[in-house]
């Protein structure tokens, strides 16, 4: 892991790796990101901190960190912090998306997509969702498109969407566009400013507890699109603590309006991690995982295996050998078994070294 990457406040240089490195110290080759990031040290001291703290009547102001963590969110997929809600799962957000949408819409996904992404929309009942293969997803946006949902990467097998043609289609069209980045964000840089809306849960590559999840919406929050804060509670008015009887009676004039109620302790934690994040930079974290996940790919080849095709991506899926997961658990090495698919996952902890190590397991 060479270069040097410093952060927006960081002070002196340091190194990829060794930041890498005291953050993290897995016990396991562990190359399952896709399911679950590594929590690192500095969100687990923040959250017993603050569990302390408020066993001892004194909490930590909480409500602070889910604010650090909407800007830290934004600043990563380049919008302002009002075009973010802070939420706490991918499908909450699609079934709001999918409530502003009227009768009879069409709707565009991609086939075998992540269940929280696509199943609000069918839920619906009276939409009319049509599923393509992925690498068809932005030829087959028509005239008669409403919304195109799809996930920038997909969860099965790795496989990255074409982003750019899906948003020139969609515009071509008229159409608008919903992006589950759960599976891009923290490694795949990303303009969240392409497009409509943008959601993701920051438990995987953002390395964030459980219970954090974000949506990007319109500049307009989504007015023109009749995008209405079905859930809004009293966090979501503009002026949340004169807002906690009877109606909200005025909304809050940012994305904030779309909140869920947070959950707190996830977010005094997500603050921190998405704070590394932004130390590494991105583009940095894009580089290093997907050169291990091409070592993989080449080592696949030398013992004979094929990959799904997923070019460029940080996750690695490869037919007829999820039955091998359990032997590698054994093995400490842990992975995904998706499909019938071995599904390895490479990020910032991961070296060289783990990828030799799957490798000589698989091999022997």
Known sequence: MDGEVQGPHSGPMESFENLARTEFAPKTTYLN???????PARTLVAMRDAAASAAAGLPSDMFADVEASRSAFARIVGVPATRVAAGASVATYTGLVAASLPEGAEVLTAEADFSSLVNPLHMRGDLKVRSVPLERI?????PQTALVAVSAVQSADGRIA??????????AHGARTLIDASQANG??????????????????WALCPRGVAFLV???????????????????????????????????AHSAR????????????????????????????????DTALADRFRAGLGSLGHEPVPAPGSAIVSVPGLGHRQEEL????????????NLRAAFHLYNTAADVDRLLDVLAG
Do not use: N
Not at 33 to 39: I, P
Not at 275 to 286: K, M, P, Q
């Open 33 to 39: 990101t896709a399911s679950t990031g590594l929590l």
């Open 138 to 142: 932005a030829e087959s946006v028509g």
């Open 162 to 171: 074409d982003l750019a043609a899906l948003r020139d289609a969609a515009r």
């Open 187 to 204: 490694w795949l840089p990303l303009a969240a400013d392409d497009f409509d809306y943008v959601a993701a849960v920051a438990y995987k």
């Open 217 to 251: 919406v319109p500049e307009d929050l989504g007015e023109s699109a009749g995008l209405t804060p079905l859930f809004a509670g009293w966090a979501s008015g503009e002026h949340p603590w004169d807002s906690c009887y009877g109606r909200v009676e005025e909304l």
């Open 257 to 288: 309006r779309f909140d869920e109620s947070p959950a707190l302790f996830s977010y005094t934690g997500a603050r921190h991690s998405l704070a590394l994040i932004e130390e590494l930079g991105v583009e940095a974290v894009h580089a290093h």
């Open 329 to 340: 658990g054994r093995a400490g090495v842990q992975v995904s078994d998706r499909a019938g």
